[in-house]
C-alpha cells in the first residue's frame, strides 16, 4: 500500500475514533479509545505532505491536539478531573480554535485533492467541501462557548423545562454530527481509492516486451 493511501486511512480512521469510540472501565483505572483519533489524524496529515504543501502547516496543529489528548490520559485513567478555573476555560477555547482550523484546513486540501484526481463525472470534492461545513457548523455548536452563548437564549429555558424534549433534541444532535463524521470517513476512503495501491511496474525495454 503506497503512503499516500496510508495516510488517508489514518484520517479515515482517525475521524471514526472521534466520534464511534469505546470507553473501557478497570477500576481504578480507564481507558478510552477517542485518545487514537487525535495521534491518527496527525500522522494523516503528515504523511501527506508530498501530496499538498499545505498538510506540512496543518499537521504540527494536529500533533498539538493530539499532545491535548494524551495528557488527559493520566488524569482520566485514574478518574481526576481538573479544577474549574478561568485558565481551564481558555484553553478549552484555545483548543476548540485549533480544532476549527485544523478540521477546515484538513478538509479543503482532501477536497482539492479529490478535484485532481476523481473521474470525470464525480463529484467527491463537492460533496467533501459540503461536509466540511456542516462538519464545522455541528463542531461550533457542540464548544463550551457556543454553550454558554445558547443557554442565555429563551430556549434554553425552555429545554430546562422539558427534560423529554432536552433529551430527544440532543439526540438527534449527537447523531446527525456522527453522521456527518461517517461520512467524512467513507468520503477519505473513497479518496484513497483514486491513488495507486504500490508503485508501478518499470517499463519492459523496447524489443524485448514480446515473445
Given amino acids: 500500500m503506497s503512503q499516500t493511501r496510508s495516510a488517508l486511512s489514518r484520517l479515515a480512521w482517525g475521524y471514526l475514533l472521534l466520534f464511534f469510540f469505546i470507553r473501557l472501565d478497570f477500576w481504578p483505572l480507564h481507558f478510552n479509545t477517542q485518545w487514537l483519533g487525535w495521534p491518527l489524524l496527525a500522522w494523516g496529515m503528515y504523511g501527506l505532505q508530498a501530496e499538498d504543501r499545505d498538510f506540512s502547516l496543518l499537521w504540527p496543529f494536529g500533533a498539538a491536539l493530539a499532545v491535548f489528548d494524551l495528557a488527559s490520559i493520566p488524569l482520566e485513567l485514574f478518574g481526576v478531573s481538573l479544577p474549574a478555573g478561568a485558565w481551564n476555560g481558555w484553553l478549552s ?28 463525472g464525480m463529484a467527491l ?13 455541528f463542531y461550533t455548536l457542540s464548544s463550551r462557548a457556543a454553550q454558554q452563548v445558547l443557554w442565555i437564549l429563551p430556549v434554553s429555558r ?13 439526540f438527534a444532535f449527537a447523531a446527525a454530527f456522527a453522521a456527518v463524521a461517517a461520512a467524512i470517513a467513507v468520503s477519505l476512503f473513497r479518496l484513497r481509492s483514486f491513488f495507486p495501491s504500490g508503485a508501478e511496474p518499470p517499463a519492459e525495454p523496447d524489443g524485448l516486451s514480446g515473445t
Fill in 93 to 120: 477555547l484555545l483548543q476548540t480554535v485549533l480544532c476549527l482550523y485544523v478540521h477546515f484546513g484538513l478538509l479543503t486540501v482532501c477536497a482539492r485533492l479529490a478535484a485532481l484526481r476523481q473521474p470525470e
Fill in 125 to 137: 470534492d463537492v460533496r467533501m467541501r459540503r461536509l466540511r461545513s456542516a462538519y464545522l457548523i
Fill in 158 to 170: 425552555f429545554l430546562q423545562q422539558n427534560e423529554d424534549a432536552a433529551a430527544m433534541l440532543g
